[in-house]
């Protein structure tokens, strides 16, 4: 058994571990700001009382 190569692999596999997690932290804060705009752009596209009153005389 190689120790050292297993201590560099050890190490390697943490270090890919936390770069996965900060790479899915960072797509989980873009994601939460997207919808956000996304919420207020909804938000602001409302017209109030728009389809309240139908004209059904011709």
Same mark, same amino acid.
């Given at each position: =058994?190689?120790?050292?190569a ?6 390697m596999?943490? %270090? ?5 997690? &900060? #790479? =899915? ?12 705009? %996304? ?5 602001? &596209? #409302? ?8 004209d059904i005389?011709?």
């Amino acid at each position: =058994m190689d120790i050292p190569a297993l201590s560099t692999y050890m190490s390697m596999s943490k %270090l890919s571990a936390n770069i996965d997690i &900060a #790479v =899915m932290s960072k797509i989980l804060d873009t994601a939460e700001a997207t919808g956000e705009a %996304l919420t207020q752009m909804m938000e602001s &596209a #409302v017209i109030p009382g728009l389809g309240e009153n139908i004209d059904i005389m011709a």
